[in-house]
């Protein structure tokens, strides 16, 4: 966006820059462009955290297959608009991915339903967390967690795997609204500490 | 269950886990554009947010490659956001004035997230090339108010972002969220005096070598007024506003209620 009055300036790899690029974050300024292998390159490397995530706030297979789709096609149409110095393209992409699911849940399902699809796709998604559990992200994501207080690693799951919102969660834990979000808020920065993220 | 106050601070947390109602939305969006130590916040607690998905990367099936690529052939990309003031002007020009700021209002009412009003737009598209339906017609719609929540969300997210407040002389407050590197600003007002049916209030950039329009603001809604973009801000100007005649003034015809020095 900085750039914007040079449309010419394509993201560098900047290896003394403040914040290096990331292949990603190339490949988006070349999707931007209209370019498909660009496009191919981005599905690759984002279109398995996106059915990731997706898929533990969605549960259901099938409709967390179609989702994932809906958000990568958001991604190519919008290339153009993702801005660098507001965030890693990591974080854009799944702040759309999670936003999209967590839509998904609000307008279509009705808690109840949400449990009976959860209950029949259990099997499933077990099978799902033994891949995912052998991935180093994942250790990696699952040790900063664990050095999390035990309220707050729960409000932070709850919220983000489970797509419930503060209330909601205050609710299932039976403690004050006030107190889940300070600790959505601290335990997520205590996250950010572990993880070492800019 | 809605937060207010001090309370608003501490939903950073919720907002960026999409952990929130619409009215909470609505009010932490207001709370970012005057708290930048927040917006701060956001992008680093997203960073954060965003490990959690990315941990749980699973392996699409193969198949799905291919229908992602073949659905993406078929969809117009938007183009990259080129502020420019000149469009508010023509239209302005064109008489169609009132419609467009009609629309803006609406979407004004979720400033911060431009991002849900483009994901939305987006979805609509996205559908309707699933669904075989033409999207030009659609995009034709919503591309002025679009355009204009992605430009409010570069301008909030500009990390040169700063802002400043002024008291308007007629009543009420002005504040405006400005990046010289973006060369654009964000303005809202809130509490204004209500204004008689025949005026409304006018922006201007007023330089040494003369007044620029800079869009009429729209009715208020709850008491706050905006948030308007204003492009192309230009070294030395001043961001002011006067109370016009409804219709708009090629050049301001009052004193200005309010004038803040843009700096840069």
């Known amino acids: 966006m900085a750039g914007r009055d040079h449309p010419q300036r394509v993201p560098e790899r900047e290896p003394g820059g403040p914040r290096r690029r990331d292949g990603l974050e190339l490949a988006l300024a070349q999707v931007a462009?209209?370019?498909d292998g660009a496009f191919r390159e981005v599905y690759d490397q984002a279109a398995p955290a996106v059915l990731g995530i997706v898929r533990r706030v969605l549960r259901d297979p099938a409709q967390s297959e179609e989702v994932m789709q809906e958000v990568l096609l958001e991604v190519w149409r919008a290339a153009a608009r993702y801005d660098p110095a507001?965030?890693?393209a990591v974080a854009w992409i799944m702040t759309l991915a999670h936003r999209r699911a967590v839509d998904r849940v609000r307008s279509e399902q009705r808690a109840t339903e949400r449990e009976l699809r959860a209950a029949t796709a259990t099997i499933d998604y077990d099978e799902v967390s033994d891949a995912v559990e052998t991935s180093l992200e994942h250790q990696r994501v699952r040790r900063c967690l664990d050095g999390l207080t035990d309220l707050q690693r729960e409000s932070v799951t709850l919220a983000y795997y489970g797509g419930y919102s503060y209330p909601e969660v205050a609710q299932l834990l039976g403690v004050a609204v006030g107190t889940v979000k300070t600790r959505m808020r601290d335990g997520l920065i205590r996250l950010r500490d572990c993880l070492g993220v800019d | 269950m809605r937060a207010r106050g001090a309370g608003l601070h501490t939903l950073v947390g919720a907002y960026v886990m999409d952990a929130v109602s619409e009215a909470d939305r609505v009010s932490f969006e207001r709370h970012l554009l005057t708290c930048e130590q927040c917006?701060?916040?956001?992008?680093?607690?997203?960073e954060a947010a965003a490990r959690l998905g990315t941990a749980e990367a699973v392996r699409p099936r193969p198949e799905l490659r291919d229908q992602t690529m073949q659905a993406a052939a078929r969809i117009r990309q938007q183009p990259p956001l080129v502020p420019d003031r000149n469009?508010?002007?023509s239209t302005r020009r064109?008489?169609?004035?009132?419609r467009w700021l009609s629309r803006s209002a609406e979407a004004g009412a979720r400033p911060w997230l431009a991002r849900v009003a483009l994901t939305a737009a987006v979805a609509l598209a996205v559908t309707a090339t699933v669904f075989g339906l033409h999207l030009s017609s659609m995009q034709g719609k919503l591309s002025a108010a679009e355009q204009r929540d992605t430009a409010i969300a570069t301008v909030l997210g500009a990390r040169d972002a700063t802002t400043l407040t002024a008291k308007v002389t007629t009543g009420g407050m002005a504040t405006v969220v400005m990046s010289h590197r973006e060369r654009a600003l964000v303005f809202i007002a809130s509490g204004l005096t209500r204004l008689p049916a025949a005026h409304a209030y006018e922006l201007w950039l007023m330089s040494p070598t003369g007044d620029t329009p800079a869009g009429m603001l729209p009715p208020a809604r709850r008491?706050?007024?905006?948030?308007?973009?204003?492009y192309r801000l230009g070294p030395g100007e001043q961001l002011a506003m006067t109370v016009e005649p409804v219709a708009g003034t090629h050049q301001p015809t009052s004193a200005p209620v309010v004038v803040v020095a843009l700096g840069g």
């Open chain 1, 33 to 35: 462009k209209g370019d």
């Open chain 1, 86 to 88: 507001t965030g890693s």
């Open chain 2, 39 to 46: 917006r701060e916040d956001v992008r680093g607690l997203r």
């Open chain 2, 87 to 89: 469009r508010l002007q």
């Open chain 2, 94 to 98: 064109r008489g169609s004035t009132f």
């Open chain 2, 223 to 230: 008491g706050m007024s905006g948030p308007m973009v204003v």
